[in-house]
């Protein structure tokens, strides 16, 4: 299977800066089947970015995602508050859909 | 509105049996493919399972494979998880989700998730 390693593992910024969060695969697959989720405390995690790049229905510009081969990269140009939360990686190449570990981004 | 209602959560006992279903509406159910997907407390999200829209093809993780079971009724719009020989790494919230189209795309609807627990 193919195993997600996200990193790092928790990030402290304030609001107005930027975030960037990385997830690397064990193995290169297509940058069509990767895909980054949002979840905050106590509610389902949310579709932000799918196929490396295309944001989800109603997600903000300021959310955007790119990378290829075994790279891959969440950027949040300026974070507001409703952004602190945990973000998920995941490839929907092969089976199982792995997930990556997660990254808490966290207000410092 | 797409809606996805996960129901069966409960206590079970390690070695026990638990079903759960996921109600969906707001969207023709047959033509989408469909997962279950868990959390364990305080713990990240694991994929669980998935199954094309027609049910004819099903796909699993391998801490579940030939334990668990999952299947659709298209004319109930509604999905299951049969979880068989239950162990305590189990618990999780169970999450229902939708496939953005077939079964290699994103999950683009969650249910709010059922939670079950294995534990004597």
């Known amino acids: 299977e193919i195993v997600l390693t996200q990193s790092p593992g928790t990030l402290s910024l304030s609001p107005g800066e930027r975030a960037t969060l990385s997830c690397r695969a064990s193995?290169?697959?297509?940058?069509?089947?990767l895909a980054w989720y949002q979840q905050k405390p106590g509610q389902a995690p949310r579709l932000l970015i799918y196929?490396?790049?295309s944001r989800a229905t109603g997600i903000p510009d300021r959310f955007s995602g790119s990378g290829s081969g075994t790279d891959f990269t969440l950027t949040i140009s300026r974070l507001e508050p409703e952004d602190f939360a945990v973000y998920y990686c995941?490839?929907?190449?092969?089976?199982?859909?792995?997930f990556g570990q997660g990254t808490k981004l966290e207000i410092k | 509105e797409v809606q996805l209602l996960e129901s069966g959560g409960d206590l079970v006992q390690p070695g026990g049996s638990l079903r759960l279903s996921c109600a969906a509406s707001?969207?023709?159910?047959?033509?989408?493919?469909m997962s279950w997907v868990r959390q364990a407390p305080g713990k990240g999200l694991e994929w669980v399972s998935g199954?094309?829209?027609?049910?004819?093809?099903?796909y699993y993780a391998d801490s579940v494979k030939g334990r668990f079971t999952i299947s659709r009724d298209n004319s109930k719009n509604t999905l299951y998880l049969q979880m068989n020989s239950l162990r305590a790494e189990d618990t999780a919230v169970y999450y229902c989700?939708?496939?953005?189209?077939?079964?290699?795309?994103?999950?683009?609807?969650w249910g709010q998730g059922t939670l079950v627990t294995v534990s004597s």
């Open positions: 707001g969207f023709t159910f047959s033509s989408f493919a």
């Open positions: 199954i094309t829209g027609s049910g004819g093809s099903t």
């Open positions: 196929g490396a790049s």
């Open positions: 989700a939708k496939f953005r189209h077939y079964i290699n795309t994103p999950l683009d609807y």
């Open positions: 995941q490839q929907y190449d092969t089976s199982p859909h792995t």
């Open positions: 193995q290169s697959f297509s940058s069509s089947y």
